[in-house]
């Protein structure tokens, strides 16, 4: 029996990935979407989200995931469990293979794998993820409001984090193994010079402090002389950058040096026709819930205009 062939396949089922579906779905290209190795994104290990449009009181990571998924299945989205282990996007249809062994073949593809930050690998730090640890200040620093809290990381993501902290937290420390930042000299002069940023160098966190409930310190030790040193803080903020989840198209896709799939200025279309990126895979600047479902949205109209032209 010959095999079917999907308009649109989805891969990632974070808010790019959802809108996408709702999108893709409402103009009856009927898609599948593909739920990858964290179903739902990261926002499925964020507690609490105040910042997404509609939802005035706020609303839990998992809690919206969930609505954008039953959204999305209102509009005849198909789910299918599972990684893509292989993707040939040099024959057309294109051909996706799943870790069960499953073949699909697709007219379109969007990827929506978002990014991973990239954490310490500590217990302590998993353990206390969403109780005081946090890679995203602009998610959670609101929570902060008058407490003390610590930036881990000295590039510019790790600036950036500290200084918009200081919107909120009383004092924000920044701790970072090295005796400079790797950072831009204009953006670690505004952290040298902000009265509310105290600097911890040449120190790594050996362990995270915490009542079982929430996080109440943080122990750091000195690279050069071993002292292990205890502070108390309300919350650390992991800033040492993401991983975006590309592997999987390298050598078949534009990928920048940092790891990113590249898309035109003015569309998500990636460097091969038919195949479009949405998300945190291809957005290094903002890396927010709601900009992920714009370009979701844009991904999804995208695919529409493509599949239209090649009928």
């Known amino acids: 029996m010959e095999q079917a062939i999907r308009d649109v396949v989805i891969m990632g089922t974070g808010p790019a990935g959802l809108?996408?579906?709702?999108?893709?779905?409402?103009?009856?290209?009927?898609p599948l979407v593909i739920d990858g190795s964290q179903p739902g994104g990261q926002l499925m290990i964020t507690s609490e989200i105040e910042n997404f449009p509609g939802f005035p009181e706020g609303i839990r990571g998992p809690e919206l995931m969930d609505k954008l998924r039953q959204q999305a299945g209102r509009f005849n989205t198909d789910f299918a469990f599972g990684n893509v282990t292989e993707a040939d996007l040099s024959r057309r249809p294109f051909q996706l293979r799943l870790d069960d062994g499953k073949e699909i073949l697709t007219n379109a593809l969007?990827?929506?794998?978002?990014?991973?930050?990239?954490?310490?690998?500590?217990?302590?730090?998993?353990?206390?993820?969403?109780?005081?640890?946090?890679?995203c200040a602009t998610c959670d620093g609101f929570f902060y409001r008058d407490l003390e809290v610590f930036v881990v990381g000295g590039g510019d993501t790790a600036m950036e984090e500290?200084?918009?902290?200081?919107?909120?937290?009383?004092?924000?420390?920044?701790?970072?193994?090295?005796?400079?930042?790797?950072?831009?000299?204009?953006?670690?002069?505004?952290?040298?010079?902000?009265?509310?940023?105290?600097?911890?160098?040449?120190?790594?966190?050996?362990?995270?402090?915490?009542?079982?409930?929430?996080?109440?310190?943080?122990?750091l030790k000195d690279v050069?002389?071993?002292?292990?040193?205890?502070?108390?803080?309300?919350?650390?903020?992991?800033?040492?950058?993401?991983?975006?989840n590309a592997e999987l198209f390298e050598g078949q896709l534009d990928i920048d040096e940092y790891g990113y799939i590249e898309t035109a200025k003015t569309?998500?279309?990636?460097?091969?026709?038919?195949?479009?990126?949405?998300?945190?895979?291809?957005?290094?600047?903002?890396?927010?819930?709601?900009?992920?479902?714009?370009?979701?949205?844009?991904?999804?109209?995208?695919?529409?205009?493509y599949l239209e032209c090649i009928r």
């Not at 969007?110 to 217990?123: M, Q």
């Not at 895979?281 to 995208?302: E, S």
Request: hydrophobic share 40%.
């Open 19 to 30: 809108t996408a579906a709702i999108y893709t779905g409402r103009a009856n290209l009927k």
């Open 110 to 135: 969007i990827i929506a794998t978002g990014a991973n930050a990239r954490w310490l690998g500590l217990p302590s730090e998993r353990a206390y993820r969403g109780k005081g640890v946090s890679a």
């Open 162 to 219: 500290a200084l918009f902290l200081t919107k909120f937290a009383s004092k924000v420390t920044v701790v970072h193994r090295r005796e400079e930042f790797r950072s831009s000299k204009i953006m670690s002069l505004r952290v040298e010079k902000n009265p509310k940023i105290s600097l911890e160098l040449n120190k790594v966190v050996e362990e995270i402090l915490g009542d079982g409930q929430k996080v109440t310190g943080i122990r």
């Open 224 to 244: 050069k002389t071993g002292e292990i040193t205890e502070q108390s803080c309300d919350g650390v903020f992991i800033a040492i950058g993401h991983a975006p």
């Open 267 to 305: 569309s998500t279309a990636t460097s091969v026709d038919g195949v479009f990126a949405c998300g945190d895979v291809q957005d290094y600047t903002y890396r927010q819930a709601i900009t992920a479902a714009g370009t979701g949205c844009m991904a999804a109209l995208d695919a529409e205009r």
